[in-house]
């Protein structure tokens, strides 16, 4: 069965630092999305993007955040001079006709 | 702005025990809606997905059903086993950009 993959499963960045998350969506997807979950609270909606640009962010998707479809496979989220309330679990997801796909998650810890 | 509403947040039961995790949603404009499981630090198990369109699915010892005129859908558990203690959690599709909403959650406990 087709699955989106994340990479790293775990990442550890020094506060400041440039951090790119990676996902493969499943091939035939339109709609690609990620989603963040702070230790202990709920999974909150960053960004949609869809036909090469941006189709919905959140407030939480500021200017630190910017998301990529590099060559058509990937699909990356930068977090740029990451601070310590960037510590977290991403999801990526993807979708076709109405039905979400989520991979299992890059843990991101910002010492 | 859709919003999703899990009751109760924590569930302490014991083994063997039928239970019933509710869902609310505030916009019944939704494609479908799913149910996952998630253990503590790891990612999203899938569990069930339901159309807009039916009513209930299955799958072994868990059947979800959804109501969506009301905006509700239950998780049901039948015999639990202290392996499905977990934090279960609501998510529904809706939107233009078919945006998935989660709700807060249900973290449940099956004592042996």
């Known amino acids: 069965e087709p699955e989106v993959t994340q990479t790293p499963s775990h990442q550890v960045t020094q506060m400041g630092q440039e951090v790119i998350l990676r996902c493969v969506p499943i091939s035939n997807h339109l709609y690609f999305y990620w989603y963040r979950q702070i230790l202990g609270q709920k999974v909150e909606f960053l960004v949609s993007?869809?036909?090469?640009?941006?189709?919905?962010k959140s407030e939480i998707f500021d200017d630190q955040f910017s998301v990529e479809r590099p060559d058509g496979s990937n699909f990356t989220l930068k977090i740029r001079s990451t601070k310590l309330e960037d510590s977290a679990m991403y999801f990526c997801?993807?979708?076709?006709?109405?039905?979400?796909?989520f991979g299992q998650g890059t843990r991101l810890t910002v010492v | 702005k859709q919003e999703v509403t899990q009751i109760p947040a924590a569930l302490s039961v014991p083994e063997g025990e039928n239970l019933v995790l509710n869902c609310s949603f505030t916009?019944?404009?939704?494609?479908?809606l799913q149910w996952f499981r998630q253990d503590p630090g790891k990612g999203l198990t899938s569990l069930l997905l339901i159309q807009s369109s039916q009513r209930e699915q299955t799958s072994g010892r868990l059947n979800a059903s959804l109501d969506k005129s009301s905006g509700r859908s239950t998780l049901y558990i039948a015999a639990s086993q202290p392996g499905d203690s977990a934090t279960y959690l609501c998510?529904?599709?809706?939107?233009?950009?078919?945006?998935?909403?989660f709700g807060t959650g249900t973290k449940l406990q099956v004592i042996p």
């Open positions: 997801a993807s979708s076709v006709v109405k039905s979400a796909f």
């Open positions: 998510a529904v599709v809706s939107g233009g950009y078919q945006k998935v909403t």
């Open positions: 993007f869809y036909n090469n640009e941006i189709s919905e």
């Open positions: 916009d019944s404009a939704i494609y479908n």
